[in-house]
């Protein structure tokens, strides 16, 4: 049967006859290691390495380092086999950070169920006396618990990660989302850094909705005071995913590989910040398009209501608007108007293929919940007399789009919601509204002058 050997102190692990079984990982007690490795992290606000997380490893038969992931994870190590190598890694590390003389912090990875039974006496935790030991502030120590494991009864850990906290140490939750999240859990440790699964990193790749979630986690975070560390990323399309969905840590293969020494480590800071300048950058083209393309609409609006006279009575509403629904350009999914508290005093004016469609139902419906009304309200409150949203995904159609808002009256306002596709002639700004069909069936982009007469 394969097995796992342990020494009691850092080093050989022939130095003491203690065997642990494991079907991933086999070690030779007459000429294996048991050590730390340490991988960079860096941070956004500096461009450089805030910190380093203790990894575990051990040197194989042919003098390969390998990991202990798979010991550690495998269901068949024993709570105290998994405790005991990891004692002998953390204490390596903490050694090994005490001689290197380093400034970073230090990410510890400690289970809570090895924690919990310190809760009648956390003054006799390893850790804290093993950085008393090494002459290390604990102050430069995150505590890093995987968050799955919250399903502990709070009595049973809140005493002890409160020591550590009263010494100074951080406290991180390793793989949030992984699995159900308790709120009440999370409350309760009122955790300092995030720690994002890196499974919704790599699936953001393929998936909107995982893009979208970071960016909740990311907003939810920051709402309460937390800070946020994206773990394993790998690819510059992942980092900028990341980046974008906002955040203060990042960790991964792609510009930082675990290593043996803390004084020696390596990064390739150039990829973070070229990155970093992309994000921005990203950031900045965005409000240019938004900006370019709210006056295009404002021009294509404002340009409709001056050649048709707009009588803001409700009678008559409906027939105004079905008119201006017609000549808006084709990414349009509906037209609608609104009071300043949300009710709509108009039907949905849609777009069909055989041209509109005024759906019954929705007067009086109060769409001031939605995240973007107040900000609209607020713009308009500030002199503006329009806003456009960025884009999120419709509950009706499920599709990405954007709405553009139009102050008619001080107390009316037209609310027009757009499909946000590519530009059929490759236009890289995708707020600006577009028409499928134009002279000899070509595509029509609109332009700051106005419509194409093909168009009206």
């Keep these: 049967m394969p097995r796992v050997l342990l020494g009691c102190s850092v080093g050989r692990v022939a130095l003491c006859p203690v065997i642990y079984y494991?079907?991933?990982?086999?070690?030779?007690?007459?000429?294996?290691?048991?050590?730390?490795?340490?991988?960079?992290?860096?941070?956004?606000?500096?461009?450089?390495?805030?910190?380093?997380?203790?990894?575990?490893?051990?040197?194989d038969d042919?003098?390969?380092?390998?990991?202990?992931?798979?010991?550690?994870?495998?269901?068949?190590?024993?709570?105290?086999?998994?405790?005991?190598?990891?004692?002998?890694?953390?204490?390596?590390?903490?050694?090994?950070?005490?001689?290197?003389?380093?400034?970073?912090?230090?990410?510890?990875?400690?289970?809570?169920?090895?924690?919990?039974?310190?809760?009648?006496?956390p003054e006799e935790i390893p850790t804290l006396k093993w950085a008393r030991e090494f002459g290390i502030n604990p102050e430069k120590l995150v505590i890093e618990i995987t968050?799955?494991?919250?399903?502990?009864?709070?009595?049973?850990?809140?005493?002890?990660?409160?020591?550590?906290?009263?010494?100074?140490?951080?406290?991180?939750?390793?793989?949030?989302?992984k699995s159900a999240n308790n709120?009440?859990?999370?409350?309760?440790?009122?955790?300092?850094?995030?720690?994002?699964?890196?499974?919704?990193?790599?699936?953001?790749?393929?998936?909107?909705?995982?893009?979208?979630?970071?960016?909740?986690?990311?907003?939810?975070?920051?709402?309460?005071?937390?800070?946020?560390?994206?773990?394993?990323?790998?690819?510059?399309?992942?980092?900028?995913?990341?980046?974008?969905?906002?955040?203060?840590?990042?960790?991964?293969?792609?510009?930082?590989?675990?290593?043996?020494?803390?004084?020696?480590?390596?990064?390739?800071?150039?990829?973070?910040e070229s990155a970093s300048s992309r994000s921005v950058s990203a950031l900045q083209t965005d409000a240019e398009h938004r900006n370019s393309g709210r006056g295009i609409?404002?021009?294509?609006?404002?340009?409709?209501?001056?050649?048709?006279t707009f009588t803001p009575e409700e009678a008559g509403i409906d027939d105004y608007f079905s008119r201006l629904c017609l000549y808006l350009p084709d990414n349009v999914i509906r037209v609608y108007v609104c009071d300043p508290r949300g009710y709509q005093i108009s039907r949905n004016i849609e777009r069909t293929a055989g041209g509109i469609d005024r759906v019954p139902g929705y007067k009086q419906r109060n769409w001031a919940w939605r995240g973007y009304f107040r900000k609209a309200m607020t713009a308009f409150e500030m002199g503006n007399k329009s806003y456009l949203t960025v884009a999120y995904c419709d509950v009706t159609t499920k599709k990405r789009v954007y709405t553009y808002i139009y102050a008619l009256t001080p107390h009316m306002f037209l609310f027009i919601d757009i499909l946000r596709i590519p530009h059929p002639d490759g236009i890289e700004n995708p707020y600006l509204p577009f028409w499928r069909t134009g002279p000899a069936g070509n595509s029509v982009e609109w332009t700051e002058h106005g419509p194409p007469a093909n168009a009206v």
């Excluded at 405790?83 to 400690?110: M, P, T």
């Excluded at 994206?230 to 510009?255: A, N």
């Excluded at 609409?297 to 048709?308: E, I, R």
């Design 147 to 177: 968050e799955e494991e919250f399903n502990a009864n709070r009595e049973d850990y809140s005493d002890v990660l409160a020591y550590y906290k009263d010494a100074g140490c951080r406290i991180a939750i390793d793989d949030y989302g």
């Design 297 to 308: 609409w404002d021009n294509m609006v404002s340009g409709f209501l001056a050649k048709n």
């Design 62 to 121: 042919d003098g390969s380092i390998k990991s202990l992931g798979n010991f550690f994870a495998d269901k068949n190590t024993s709570t105290q086999a998994a405790l005991d190598i990891d004692r002998v890694v953390r204490k390596y590390a903490l050694r090994k950070y005490a001689q290197e003389g380093r400034g970073e912090y230090l990410f510890i990875n400690i289970r809570l169920e090895w924690i919990a039974r310190y809760g009648n006496r």
């Design 22 to 59: 494991s079907t991933t990982v086999q070690l030779d007690p007459a000429s294996k290691e048991v050590f730390a490795y340490f991988q960079p992290i860096l941070a956004a606000d500096t461009n450089r390495i805030y910190s380093y997380e203790v990894l575990g490893r051990y040197k």
């Design 183 to 272: 709120i009440e859990r999370l409350a309760s440790v009122s955790p300092d850094i995030m720690k994002i699964d890196i499974d919704y990193i790599h699936k953001s790749e393929r998936s909107y909705h995982y893009r979208e979630y970071l960016r909740a986690l990311a907003g939810f975070a920051e709402s309460v005071g937390i800070e946020v560390l994206y773990e394993g990323i790998e690819t510059p399309k992942q980092l900028d995913i990341c980046m974008s969905s906002r955040g203060r840590y990042y960790q991964g293969f792609l510009f930082a590989r675990p290593q043996a020494s803390i004084r020696d480590a390596e990064a390739d800071c150039s990829v973070f």
